[in-house]
């Protein structure tokens, strides 16, 4: 017989704990309905450590910033607030937040496009502002001058590396300055020399690619240079984010549903999905045409371990390894996770309301929830959720549905394989959600409630439960 075609998520030991008393959690989801969030602070201590420990590997030093936009919740800022980290700002709305959890200016880095207030609140505070375009330099520079505001600290952020050698692709941003804007920047920051006070130069990169990160860091490293040689004495380099999370338990599993989704597309097997979409594949002359377009959802060099492999990476231009040049020249790393920060830090509960077989024969399964509140598959990623309580049964594929009366609102075009039937009343854990798939794009559509969010923590007598705006770290024992 055929393996099912399951792609079960990797699970950590603290969120099975928190999975492993499914009346508790559905007793929560009575007072609190679903869908439900849960987030377990702890965690994103936890990971911090584990980005710090390849700090240390490599005897660099500088600042981790937590990207805010990855998740909402007060519960996670506060517990970083209570360690050292720092925290990434992309609005008003974002650096209101992390002030009021407890953040000092000094560890606050504004990035993304921002508006005036927005750069004043970030300017008065001290925070560092990761400028995004010339002009909102000079208008930061005009900002601080108007309102008799100390130095602001600046990072630039760059963006359209150009490679030297073997051409390396370096994908077009609608954000920062053109690297080779460069020296026109160093005027705004020469001319304003008593307004900003360049800290540094910065990328973010929204790609797995180490290649094209090599290239963005090499590219930084030549733009220190240049600011150093006009007098300027920037001292750290900011990589950004995008280190990644794995998100399932078994490579086999990912690599078998991946092949088959390939065979269903190509009609020689059962359609795996919702009207057989493709996710980016189709077939055309009886051939496979386009590409997976998914998150690399098995993926081993994630979060720590690609940091670690970015900085031991050599560069071709400068002819070491980052880390080394790094070191050589006393530059600070600055770095920005988001979802690799909240890897495992959270879940989303909901319950199931119906269950019913549609004319062509497929189980479609609606959920007291819809694809703003579990938004993993609009982020590409394919990852089965837990059906609870768990019972003895036979595995059967099901499609997941939302509860807003529009056709594409489904929490899974393709169908997910549970351990047995479901039945109104049980409940579905999506767990890994906390970077971007729990309440980035949450709303009230039709008027349905939005999720509520949880701080899960341990006690002396065990697990603690409080809603998240209640969750400050002097609560439990290990945050
Ligand atoms: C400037 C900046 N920094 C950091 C991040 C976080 O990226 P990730 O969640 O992939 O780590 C983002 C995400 O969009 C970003 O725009």
Redesign the pocket.
């Known amino acids: 017989m055929k393996p099912e075609l399951v792609l079960k998520p990797l699970v950590s030991e603290l969120l099975r704990d928190v999975l492993a008393v499914p009346e508790r959690l559905s007793a929560m989801m009575d007072a609190l309905g679903s869908p439900l969030n849960i987030v377990v602070p702890e965690q994103i201590s936890e990971n911090v450590a584990e980005y710090r420990a390849v700090y240390g590997s490599h005897r660099l030093s500088g600042g981790i910033y937590f990207?805010h936009?990855?998740n909402r919740s007060s519960a996670l800022i506060r517990a970083l607030a209570a360690g050292d980290c720092g925290v990434?700002v992309?609005s008003l709305g974002e650096l209101r937040h992390v002030l009021e959890a407890g953040f000092t200016g000094d560890r606050i880095m504004a990035?993304?496009p921002k508006d005036a207030e927005f750069l004043w609140l970030a300017a008065r505070v001290g925070a560092v502002v990761n400028a995004d375009s010339r002009e909102e330099l000079a208008r930061l520079a005009s900002t601080v001058a108007r309102f008799g505001l100390p130095p602001a600290r600046v990072m630039i952020r760059l963006s359209a590396f150009e490679s030297s050698g073997v051409p390396i692709l370096s994908r077009p941003s609608r954000f920062g300055v053109h690297a080779r804007e460069l020296a026109s920047v160093l005027d705004i920051l020469d001319e304003h020399r008593a307004a900003l006070r360049l800290l540094g130069v910065a990328y973010?990169l929204?790609t797995t690619g180490v290649e094209e990160k090599a290239l963005a860091l090499e590219g930084c490293l030549l733009a220190m240079h240049e600011a150093l040689g006009r007098g300027l004495t920037p001292t750290a380099v900011d990589i950004?984010?995008?280190?990644g999370v794995n998100y399932l338990a078994d490579r086999g599993e990912w690599e078998r549903y991946t092949t088959e989704l390939g065979t269903a597309v190509l009609g020689l097997r059962p359609p795996m999905t919702w009207q057989n979409h493709g996710y980016g594949l189709r077939a055309g002359a009886g051939t496979l045409r386009g590409t997976l377009g998914v998150y690399p959802a098995y993926r081993e060099v994630v979060g720590p371990r690609y940091l670690d492999e970015l900085l031991n990476h050599e560069s071709a231009r400068l002819g070491r390894s980052f880390a080394t040049l790094l070191l050589e020249n006393l530059y600070d790393l600055y770095i920005?996770?988001?979802?690799?920060l909240v890897d495992q830090c959270g879940l989303t509960l909901a319950r199931v309301a119906e269950v019913r077989t549609t004319h062509s024969g497929d189980v479609l399964v609606r959920l007291m929830a819809n694809s703003h509140d579990i938004s993993a598959e609009d982020h590409a990623v394919l990852m089965d959720p837990v059906l609870l309580p768990e019972r003895p049964g036979t595995p059967t594929g099901v499609y997941l549905a939302g509860n807003l009366c529009l056709e594409d609102d489904l929490i899974t075009r393709r169908k997910v394989t549970l351990p047995r039937n479901p039945v109104p009343g049980d409940l579905l854990a999506f767990v890994n959600t906390a970077?971007y798939f729990m309440d980035f794009a949450a709303d009230h559509a039709l008027m349905q409630p939005i999720a509520r969010t949880v701080a899960a923590y341990r006690e002396a007598g065990g697990w603690s439960w409080c809603l998240d705006e209640q969750f400050w770290p002097v609560k439990g024992n290990r945050s």
Not at 336 to 340: A, F, I, K, S, T
Request: cysteine-free; aromatic content about 6%.
């Open positions: 990207a936009k990855a990434d992309a990035t993304g973010h929204d950004g984010g995008g280190f920005e996770p988001g979802r690799g970077g």
